[in-house]
């Protein structure tokens, strides 16, 4: 027996309430409530348990091996491949790219495997005209023109792919519901049917899906929780590098990134990414440091300019930079050189606009920032690595042996690290200068050149 039942949903974090609001009680957006009218079913209808709960002993312990999404810098981000019976989430801006790497991708696997591209948004014409461009060869790849899931599902059933692309999940509709496509309950119920289907089949499940003005993953949050995987793909219009950033991943590191540039031919995997945001030029204001993102190291410029204010409040500008590292940074200067940067406005920017996370770049900042505001320019052909700490001391980082690597091998001569273990000094002494600081006042006196 089953009765249709009418509930009001926020199409932004997907909180389900009685009746219409203007505002949403859960995350204050507004205008955001819909009306969705859902089926309603008995709890238990229909309900046949063919399993049945077993040990560890009993379980299979075959180890499923992943297979290459045919871009080294995918599979960094995947930790290590795509793993059979997975599903993985990619999100991105509009025209960023995310249709384009995936079809990419899908012409590479399909030179070994079998290949199901589901599209909801493009006919199968527009599709080739990007194919064709794109300049891709294919053995196994077919290409489904479908919203609808039900259809959806029976021909994933019927060429039983090793790997299935749907394009996007806010294009397919389930008539079972009322909601129009893209709402909340029709993303999260195409996507539970479609999960259910990749862990059956064991098929490995790539789904499309939008972003909010925000920049996050529309949809329920409960979307990124039922998923295996999640990807942003990053970027702006005017730049022609793109970055794959992990956000969630069951199989490897999160928090990887995989860097691409876009060609009129399609995406092109950055395999040596200090070369995009360094520039050897040894100028005031610019140093570089080495910091840690996922499992790579890679040396990114930091710019500063420093100006005389001409304002009550100085102005405080970053990019690339957590504005409150920076605030944080400049009281550490002004505490601990003597310089008061409170009559100054501060501009600090990462090489290409690269977020960087890793707090070892604080004592980079703080040389750049010193550097602009003295006009000398830093120790050259050098690398600043060091956590700032509030009483101005200068603390070790992770991964600082990879780190000092990453800068030998890229030809750096001098590198400013916080004081070392004597061996790990000597396993560098012939490949790179090491100078050793323990506090920013020592930084300052000995890293700007006179």
Not at 31 to 55: C, G, H, L, M, P
Not at 139 to 156: C, G, H, V
């Amino acid at each position: 027996m089953s009765s249709k039942l009418s509930t009001f949903i926020c199409q932004n974090c997907g909180t389900e309430t009685s009746q219409y609001f203007g505002k949403c009680l859960n995350c204050n957006s507004w205008n955001s409530i819909v009306e969705e009218i859902k089926s309603k079913r008995s709890k238990y209808q229909d309900i046949k348990n063919n399993k049945k709960a077993i040990t560890f002993n009993e379980i299979s312990s075959t180890k499923t091996s992943r297979f290459t999404s045919g871009f080294r810098e995918f599979d960094r981000v995947l930790g290590g491949g795509i793993v059979p019976g997975s599903v993985v989430l990619l999100g991105g801006e509009p025209g960023i790219g995310k249709s384009t790497i995936v079809l990419q991708s899908a012409g590479k696997i399909s030179l070994n495997e079998k290949v199901l591209y589901v599209t909801g948004e493009e006919s199968l014409e527009q599709v080739k005209i990007r194919w064709e461009r794109l300049n891709q060869n294919s053995i196994d790849l077919k290409i489904f023109a479908e919203t609808n899931l039900s259809q959806i599902i029976e021909e994933i059933r019927s060429v039983n792919p090793c790997f299935a692309i749907i394009d996007s999940i806010q294009a397919i509709h389930n008539h079972e519901m009322e909601s129009s496509p893209g709402s909340v309950s029709q993303v999260r119920a195409c996507s539970s049917e479609l999960q259910n289907l990749a862990k059956e089949k064991n098929i490995a499940l790539l789904i499309i899906g939008h972003v909010t003005k925000d920049g996050a993953l529309a949809g329920p949050k409960t979307l990124e929780h039922l998923v295996d995987v999640v990807i942003n793909f990053e970027g702006d219009n005017i730049s022609s590098h793109r970055l794959l950033r992990g956000i969630k991943n069951r199989f490897g590191s999160t928090f990887e990134i995989g860097i691409f540039e876009m060609l009129e031919d399609g995406l092109r995997e950055i395999k040596n990414p200090s070369l995009i945001f360094t520039d050897k030029e040894n100028i005031p204001g610019v140093t570089t440091t080495i910091t840690n993102e996922g499992t790579r190291q890679f040396a990114v410029d930091i710019q500063a300019l420093v100006n005389k204010t001409f304002y009550s409040n100085p102005r405080r500008t970053t990019t690339g930079i957590n504005i409150n590292r920076l605030h944080q940074i400049l009281a550490v200067i002004e505490k601990h050189v003597g310089i008061k940067l409170s009559e100054f406005d501060c501009y600090v920017a990462t090489g290409g606009g690269f977020e960087i996370n890793d707090p070892s770049s604080d004592l980079g900042v703080a040389i750049s920032i010193l550097s602009s505001l003295k006009n000398i320019p830093p120790l050259e052909s050098s690398s600043f690595i060091g956590e700032l700490g509030l009483s101005g001391q200068v603390r070790k980082s992770n991964n600082l042996r990879k780190k000092i690597e990453e800068a030998a091998r890229l030809g750096i001569k001098n590198i400013v690290v916080p004081k070392l273990e004597e061996d790990l000094k000597n396993n560098f002494k012939n490949l790179i200068n090491i100078k050793e600081i323990s506090n920013i006042k020592e930084a300052f006196d000995s890293c700007l050149l006179d």
